[in-house]
């Protein structure tokens, strides 16, 4: 049995699998602000979804958590968490202190691809491309999460593909974040309703100009960073979360039909079929909360051992 | 014992591997253009390394070629080998049959990038940025050549980073390849030189106002190369090779001066320490051909056999 836990800057998920990876239990809790009420709201998660689960937190659990910022897996340490109010926590350590569990913590958007490739299915090697307030992606090879030299794989948001674009908040210039994300949508059409994006889209269904520019601009971002990766990690799969997905088809389509312009202009892009690669991830599913479940486990015990986990190397 | 082919557009390099790794012997014939020649100068230069080796052609010898175009190792086969007169070729299965002893194909850029991790000694991961007349990447992790689901890991030189950019051979516009490899070289710096690199770099060092420029935009495009393979796979490690790299420390400097000032003006770049990863592939070094020899020993014959390489995990 496998617990993880998914903190997000406004509610923490968690959930319980099974030996089979199946879901088993799932509660979500408000998050609080602030390492403190941040380790509170995951504690409450955790006791919470465990009492769902019908089971007890015995030794033999293993927790993995999900957060955003930068993380050191090693230590279960997270830094630079802006949305949570954390500048540094010991996360791991902390949570598994007041839970008495071995926690695991990995970056949310790694997390999440590794869920996301076991909720869907997925073979072969795929991308989660993570289109939140940022964009990133994470990369899973044959079910292992690909973390790069220094956890730095996926950081394909700060990848200019404009010397005359927007400036980014990286300090660099036309990155694709800036023009496929959530606040590369508030740069491009401000707006204060409650969801932008739909507002963009319905905007330019109405046949607004302007909205018309601004959703092709998103759909050729979302376009150049599938294309990134295809090109540089040769994905089979490229899998379209975060936020921004919400709007499902009516992302995925002018996604598409930039992706198969691109392909009827260059017989090399239309080799890779890269347009066929592509897909959402169904609204709603815990893909981070699942992932760091998964996360939690690797390294596993011994078959037949006791069981506390052993740290990955 | 292994044998190792890198097949080029003039010359055919073959070496012999000893047990540890270490080359015992290394040849160079000319190559000949189209199926036949291309398949006797293989033939030549395997006999000549083999004699050079002071040994025989056994049964437990593998071979590895590498070779330019499309290749599938599954089947030895390869495609559009445009500069060595090859639309299409059983490479593997015909000079197997030749020589009496299995042969394994891989795309030559992917196999240099085995040769340079083996022969610089690299651990981790790290990337060959190859910038020949295209441009092409072979990523190696752990040791192990990542060919991606199709075999189009590293194909970098196909990704736009400017949208007003040069018209490539792709039919995309604005491609890396465009401005840092061989023919991006000869587009914006048209020469009649036998060295055209040499003749652009000579002119800048003399303050031609066009040359700076060129070799301005020549020095961005391989440091974006490098950023995209840092951003995407995180590679610990960037080696640049191919015929451009002969330029070495001319070439490397004005490189590490773009990185360097990118990073001035981006916190998050500077933290990945991007232009300390870079080093140039010395020149000389039988990269291909040593990296063919490696790939001959993966999926080779059962364990057990006598003197047989036991296949690389």
Not at 54 to 71: C, F, N, S, Y
Not at 170 to 190: D, F, H, K, N, V
Not at 267 to 272: E, H, I, K, Q, V
């Amino acid at each position: 049995m496998r617990l993880g836990l998914d903190i997000g800057g406004t509610k923490t998920d968690a959930v319980v699998l099974d030996a089979r990876g199946g879901v088993r239990a799932s509660v979500r809790v408000p998050t609080g602000i602030g390492p403190a009420a941040v380790l509170d709201s995951a504690e409450r998660s955790v006791r919470a979804v465990i009492e769902q689960a019908g089971t007890g937190l015995v030794a033999a659990e293993t927790i993995g958590v999900g957060i955003p910022g930068m993380v050191d897996p090693d230590s279960g340490r997270v830094r630079h968490a802006v949305n949570l109010g954390v500048e540094e926590l010991s996360l791991g350590a902390e949570l598994s202190f007041r839970v008495g569990v071995p926690v695991r913590v990995e970056n949310d958007v790694k997390a999440a691809s590794l869920g996301t490739y076991h909720l869907l299915g997925l073979t072969g090697s795929a991308a989660l491309l993570n289109l939140g307030t940022g964009m990133a992606a994470g990369i899973v090879v044959d079910g292992e999460l690909q973390r790069g030299s220094g956890g730095g794989a996926g950081e394909i948001g700060h990848i200019p593909v404009d010397p005359k674009g927007a400036v980014c908040s990286c300090g660099q210039r036309g990155c694709l974040e800036t023009l496929a994300s959530g606040s590369g949508i508030a740069r491009m059409w401000p707006s204060k309703a409650a969801l932008p994006a739909v507002e963009l889209f319905d905007a330019a269904d109405a046949g607004d100009e302007r909205a018309l520019a601004v959703r092709d601009t998103l759909a050729a971002g979302v376009a150049s960073a599938v294309r990134v990766l295809v090109l540089t990690v040769d994905v089979q799969t490229v899998v379209i979360g975060g936020g921004v997905s919400n709007l499902g088809g009516r992302l995925l389509s002018p996604v598409l039909d930039v992706l198969r312009d691109w392909e009827h202009d260059s017989a090399f892009l239309r080799s890779l079929d890269v347009a066929d690669r592509v897909r959402m991830l169904p609204a709603g599913l815990p893909a981070a909360a699942v992932g760091a479940a998964l996360i939690g486990t690797t390294g596993a015990p011994e078959p037949g051992g006791v069981g506390l986990p052993v740290p990955q190397d």
